[in-house]
């Protein structure tokens, strides 16, 4: 069947758009998509799906060499899938090169800072609530995985950072989970003592997990002050 006679469905995942951007022009494909063919663009940037270069159609047409890449892997921040009428962020200026995959831009520490998601969150999680047993409950829900007491937390900020540029100086990303995605949270729940607290125990967690990327495998970083009761 002629690529260019078949409908578009959604969602389109990544694999699925790239094989469509590379069977007809962006024209087409936009058209079929019901959006501009420069929003497409955008959403194909987005997803890290490469797009025949200007001529390229022109060229095939007349029988020359064209070359296609292959789809490459998508990074920490892309989208997986598409549907029509959700919103994108916008692509800052990042651009695809037919291929060649696209590295994750590796962060490079001013000596003593912060490292980006651990800036201004002291005072975020001092406010709000506490447990029974002295561990803090911020109210806002993405921060860095941490789970800690106000007399630990200067210690335990500090250990993250640590951590944290540790990876990054070795090229490996350290983020917030990317949305759209399915990652599961192990419970950190197993590392307090029993007896400092009650069943019905409520602890923080976020809604979006941290993790660093090491090449296209995503760890989760988990930071947890341990307890142990006291007589």
């Not at 069943?199 to 997990?209: D, G, I, K, L, N």
């Amino acid at each position: 069947m002629d690529p260019k006679s078949q409908d578009v469905s959604f969602p389109l995942d990544r694999i699925t758009l790239f094989d469509l951007v590379w069977s007809m022009p962006m024209t087409a494909l936009a058209e079929k998509c019901g959006v501009s063919s420069s929003y497409l663009a955008r959403v194909c940037t987005q997803m890290r799906v490469p797009r025949p270069e200007r001529g390229y159609w022109a060229k095939l047409a007349v029988g020359k060499k064209v070359t296609k890449p292959s789809l490459p892997e998508p990074g920490p921040e892309d989208m997986l899938e598409w549907s029509k009428g959700e919103g994108i962020t916008p692509s800052k200026n990042r651009k695809i090169r037919l291929g060649r995959a696209q590295q994750p831009r590796t962060i490079r520490p001013a000596r003593g800072s912060s490292h980006p998601l651990l800036r201004d969150v002291k005072d975020l999680f001092l406010k709000g609530k506490k447990t029974e047993n002295g561990y803090l409950k911020p109210n806002k829900k993405i921060l860095p995985d941490l789970l800690v007491s106000s007399e630990c937390l200067e210690k335990l900020l500090k250990l993250a950072n640590n951590v944290y540029w540790s990876f990054e100086e070795k090229g490996h990303k350290v983020i917030f989970e990317p949305k759209h995605s399915d990652f599961i949270r192990p419970s950190s729940e197993s590392y307090i003592e029993p007896k400092a607290s009650n069943c019905y125990t409520t602890y923080w967690s976020p809604y979006r997990s941290t993790l660093v990327y090491v090449g296209d495998v995503a760890i989760g970083l988990i930071l947890i002050e341990e307890s142990e009761s006291v007589i």
